[in-house]
């Protein structure tokens, strides 16, 4: 998908929420922020949001060095959301199907900011349960149980801290309806806002996948930038699993039939793309065998 | 009071905003709104936001032409708030404080968005009588009551259209409350965004106040910038009413002791400066006499 021109806008402000945290001065973070909005006012048309993430992340890299931005937030984050599996799980092991339950909890993970200061656990808790009882606004969850009973490898594609925990535990009831599938979780190289690094991933999935490099630095997945080891499990994989808004602008127009989205949709122009409201939860197939 | 960074990303969504009505094409509204972005990026450090609205306001015209850009909104307002009024105007004339309940309503009237097309009639009435429920969060009502008694000229600066019938009605009740009291509304010299003209101002307050131009052609009030026939009667009516954030941006920091600001809060920057949340409503008196 094209990036539009509320991007613009919306760019300029994830560079300023960055810019919040590390700038003190009003005068120099107005200077700053000013930079960055020449740099977004350059940016040829065409692009995927994704792609303006990637050149204007890398510019705030200069400007507040090369630091793990979010740590803090990402690790309160993991923690939430491990509290929070505690109290849930027995429910989704003991409910009807737990592998739409586990799918739906690591997309419901998706939409809320973990790492919101001001949400304390009680209303994430509370804000989990409402999500939970909504419906995918696009549904190919029944081809997905299908063919993961035939899978033998699945990639996963993780996105934030916090929700990994979900993906986690999402995993393991895949694992426990196949059990002859083996799991591979592709994750940022490097620190990049409060996505999940592969450092940190290899700690939530040690004994359930075999944590990869996704290569990837940005916000997001694009093949063409991705490493060897990914490029390779992308295509071969039985199925592949993308989390999360970033990834799906990377990898959306790829030609992969194993390749399912499973994301909350978090702005109003990936709404306006996939023609549901924004907020919606969507597990859906690529490319859809016709 | 000063802009901050947070005035740089809104003046880009302001611009998005005014392009989205009049540019068709998905890519030259990229590259318009980059133009503008360009622009914002130079606006050097100091400036009001007010100011800011005023350059890029000026661009933007030279983009979209000299048209009146919210003429159809403006008119639908307008109709809506005298519906809502006729609604309304019973029960505050045998309220306890009818002068109180007056400003409130006016208050009230900047609060929403009157031309918003998804908001009908009912939905704005409910959210009236919601809205006058609340108290002020800055409140010296009874020094402006107390003044009002004594005094024989009121300049009225008003500030959007929709709002300016709620105006009207105010200036009536404060006209009962003192008979000998003559009132002038100054009104922008041409249209600029939803902001109420001299021409549209004169059709309102026919019978109740005079009308004069303020000279201001951005939407807010800056005295240096603002006609000679403006700048006679801010400085010498007994009480000069400001309506609106604008106005307040442009007016705050002149040393008048007779003007009242009176206005809902309708940011974060404007929210902080005054140390309230945002949405609160404002019956501020400029200096207080010690």
């Known amino acids: 998908m094209k990036a539009d021109s509320r991007c613009l806008v919306c760019t300029a402000n994830q560079a300023l929420r960055v810019l919040n945290k590390y700038v003190r001065s009003e005068e120099e973070k107005w200077i700053r922020l000013q930079d960055m909005m020449k740099i977004i006012s350059e940016l040829k048309w065409g692009l995927k949001p994704i792609e303006m993430g990637e ?84 549904n190919d969850y029944e081809t997905f149980k299908e063919e993961l009973s035939n899978a033998t490898s699945v990639l996963f594609i993780v996105d934030n801290a916090g929700e990994i925990v979900f993906d986690r535990f999402f995993i393991e009831i895949m694992k426990e309806y196949n059990s002859s599938v083996q799991v591979f979780v592709a994750a940022k190289s490097k620190p990049i806002i409060n996505d999940a690094t592969v450092k940190e991933a290899k700690e939530i999935m040690d004994g359930v996948a075999t944590v990869i490099d996704s290569g990837m630095t940005i916000p997001g997945t694009i093949v063409e930038k991705s490493s060897d080891a990914f490029r390779k499990l992308f295509f071969e994989a039985d199925i592949v699993v993308s989390k999360g808004q970033g990834n799906f602008e990377g990898l959306d127009g790829e ?36």
């Open 255 to 290: 030609e992969n039939e194993n390749l399912y989205f499973l994301l909350t949709v978090k702005c109003a122009v990936v709404a306006d793309y996939l023609r549901v409201p924004e907020g919606t939860m969507i597990f859906m197939k690529n490319i859809k065998k016709r």
């Open 55 to 138: 050149i204007v992340y890398t510019e705030i890299e200069k400007i507040v060095g090369k630091r793990d931005i979010y740590e803090k937030e990402k690790k309160r984050s993991n923690e939430m959301a491990l509290a929070i599996l505690e109290k849930i799980k027995r429910a989704i092991k003991d409910s009807a199907d737990p592998l739409y339950d586990a799918a739906k909890l690591s997309i419901a993970g998706n939409l809320i900011d973990l790492g919101t200061p001001s949400w304390d656990e009680e209303r994430v808790y509370n804000k989990i349960l409402e999500i939970l009882e909504k419906p995918f606004g696009i």
